[in-house]
């Protein structure tokens, strides 16, 4: 099966400092890498869409300043929240899809909990 | 806005039992339906994918589609204390211009007491 990876796992960061989390599709090529952010007890929200080669799609009220996101290569997108606040502190997740399977399946990586002191 | 729509549980169902899972939708144009299991703590894995109208099998579970209707249901049969987690129901945007992007519903929680 399709599998995605997320690198680190957890994160713990002092407020003010930058946070790169990466996102690796293992056995596949990913044209496209979507990051989510969940909160406690809430549903997946959309982040940003990212295309590898070109700039990523940002959801409405996502500050694509603060949330950079790069995706450099079939297999790898990364995501740095700059300058991170307590509020910033979630559970981010990405996930990458599938572009062999029919309808483009989206897999999701493990996730990156991110505790902003 | 397109939303999709849950219950959000718990529901709570006896090991061994059926459990019934159902969500709508807004767009009507959706092609591309999905169910997706989160355990607590973890991120979602997919158990289920449904394009066409009528049910798809798969082990235990098996999903159901009513584009006229618009909803999407998934039933777990012989309901494990496994089974136990949130249940996020997923919807393609149906044109390829909005990027494949997915739209969750807020999830159903399954509670299988043993």
């Known amino acids: 099966g399709a599998v995605v990876s997320q690198h680190p796992s957890w994160v713990i960061c002092k407020s003010g400092t930058s946070v790169k989390i990466e996102c690796r599709s293992l056995?596949?090529?990913?044209?496209?890498m979507f990051w989510y952010r969940q909160f406690p007890k809430q549903s997946l929200m959309l982040m940003a869409t990212s295309n590898e080669g070109s700039k990523a799609t940002y959801e409405q009220g996502v500050e694509k300043d603060k949330f950079l996101i790069n995706h450099a290569s079939l297999t790898l997108s990364t995501l740095t929240v700059t300058s991170a606040h307590p509020e910033d502190s979630s559970f981010y997740i990405c996930?990458?899809?599938?572009?062999?399977?029919?309808?483009?399946?989206?897999?999701f990586g493990p996730g990156t909990r991110l505790l902003v002191l | 806005q397109k939303e999709v729509e849950q219950n959000s549980g718990p529901l709570s169902v006896p090991e061994g039992a059926i459990a019934s899972l159902n969500c709508t939708y807004s767009d009507r144009v959706s092609q591309s339906f999905f169910w997706y299991r989160q355990y607590s703590g973890k991120s979602p894995e997919l158990i289920m994918s449904i394009y066409s109208n009528g049910d798809k099998e798969d082990g235990r579970f098996t999903a159901q589609l009513n584009k006229a209707s618009q909803y999407v249901s998934l039933l777990i049969r012989d309901s494990q204390p496994s089974d136990s987690a949130t249940y996020l129901c997923a919807v393609r945007e149906g044109y390829k211009a909005a990027g494949n992007k997915l739209t969750f519903g807020g999830g159903t929680r399954v509670l299988v007491k043993p």
């Open positions: 056995d596949f090529q990913a044209t496209t």
């Open positions: 996930s990458a899809r599938d572009g062999r399977q029919y309808q483009e399946t989206q897999y």
